[in-house]
């Protein structure tokens, strides 16, 4: 059975800081793209980042400049560290892992930035 468990959010001033991690476990054929997603109040579910496992990377225009994805394949996790947080990024984070048979989603990680 695959898991993905989801890390790190929490509630930061605008201007702070907070890593964010996904760890996926159990049998995942072939993982290609990892990524993070995010659903504010109110409202859909957008993308945030994204990762290959070659390392090519894509960002919503919102984050570019802010937010940094990486991925370590050993370990099967994908992490998103952000900067300079806004209260417009508040919302539920949610890790995506897009494997050759299926797609995969975690429970998501609350992320509030208070002003």
């Known amino acids: 059975q695959v898991q993905l468990v989801e890390s790190g959010g929490g509630l930061v001033q605008a201007g702070g800081s907070l890593r964010l991690s996904c760890a996926a476990s159990?049998?995942?054929?072939?993982?290609?793209?990892m990524g993070w997603y995010r659903q504010a109040p109110g409202k859909q579910r957008e993308l945030v980042a994204t990762i290959t496992g070659g390392g090519t990377t894509n960002y919503a225009d919102s984050v570019k400049g802010r937010f940094t994805i990486s991925r370590d394949n050993a370990k099967n996790t994908v992490y998103l560290q952000m900067n300079s947080l806004k209260v417009d990024d508040t919302g539920v984070y949610y890790c995506?892992?897009?494997?050759?048979?299926?797609?995969?989603w975690g429970k998501g990680t609350l992320v509030t930035v208070s002003s």
């Open positions: 159990g049998s995942i054929f072939n993982i290609n793209r």
């Open positions: 995506k892992v897009v494997s050759q048979l299926m797609d995969y």
